[in-house]
């Protein structure tokens, strides 16, 4: 079975410029979820989707941050305009449903680095 | 509000010696809790849960932990450390109707 698919691994860019992070979920699994994970902190939840819904958005920037998952499947984060705070690993992860019990699988991460 | 704490962002064993990972929980209602590992330039795995159904849980490569409700704690141990067990260790929480929250971390070492 395959994981959970990001790309890019690896993102460098300057302040005040944009990036688009891309996550393919595992196949059937209807909850999508993005984290973002800054050097020496746990994840931490951006924005969580149940189909192509959202579940809860709360700690997402918004004035910088936007998310979609359009059909319910893959799903895009972008940042405009990045700032210097927004260095990180941004992580995807999917689950079969929200239930409480229900085991998150994580993709590799994109690692962003904002100069 | 919810939180979790990873007591010791770095620890270091010998191969062979005793695991202790220790995680603390903040929480009105006890939560269901996860450890997950983290070996460099992966996504995170899971490596064991409580969901209610027994205070000690058998986990992955080793690893158990054990939900202490007068404690408020949960915390992973491996008898015997083997080098592949270097990596980061992180401690969750969940409650109904909130997100999965994560402690900062902790990075075990382990020595020949």
């Known amino acids: 079975e395959a994981g959970v698919a990001q790309s890019p691994r690896y993102k460098i860019i300057e302040k005040r410029q944009s990036v688009a992070f891309w996550c393919n979920p595992i196949s059937g699994h209807a909850t999508l979820y993005w984290y973002q994970q800054i050097l020496g902190q746990g994840p931490k939840l951006l924005i969580q989707?149940?189909?192509?819904?959202?579940?809860?958005d709360s700690q997402l920037p918004k004035d910088r941050f936007s998310a979609e998952r359009l059909k319910g499947v893959d799903s895009t984060l972008k940042i405009q305009p990045a700032k210097l705070e927004d260095s990180a690993v941004y992580l995807c992860?999917?689950?079969?449903?929200?239930?409480?019990?229900?085991?998150?699988?994580f993709g590799e991460g994109s690692r962003l680095t904002v100069l | 509000a919810q939180s979790v704490t990873q007591l010791g962002s770095h620890v270091s064993v010998s191969e062979g010696a005793l695991v202790l990972l220790r995680c603390n929980y903040s929480s009105s209602v006890p939560p269901y809790l996860f450890w997950y590992v983290q070996y460099p330039n992966q996504g995170l795995q899971l490596l064991l849960k409580y969901t209610s159904a027994a205070t000690l849980v058998k986990g992955i490569n080793g690893f158990e932990a054990e939900f202490k409700k007068s404690e408020t704690s949960f915390h992973l141990t491996k008898p015997s450390a083997h080098m592949s067990d270097a990596a980061e260790y992180f401690c969750a929480a969940k409650e109904a109707g909130t997100a999965l929250i994560f402690g900062k971390g902790t990075t075990l070492s382990v020595s020949s």
């Open positions: 992860a999917s689950s079969l449903s929200n239930l409480i019990t229900g085991e998150l699988f």
């Open positions: 989707f149940q189909n192509n819904g959202v579940v809860d």
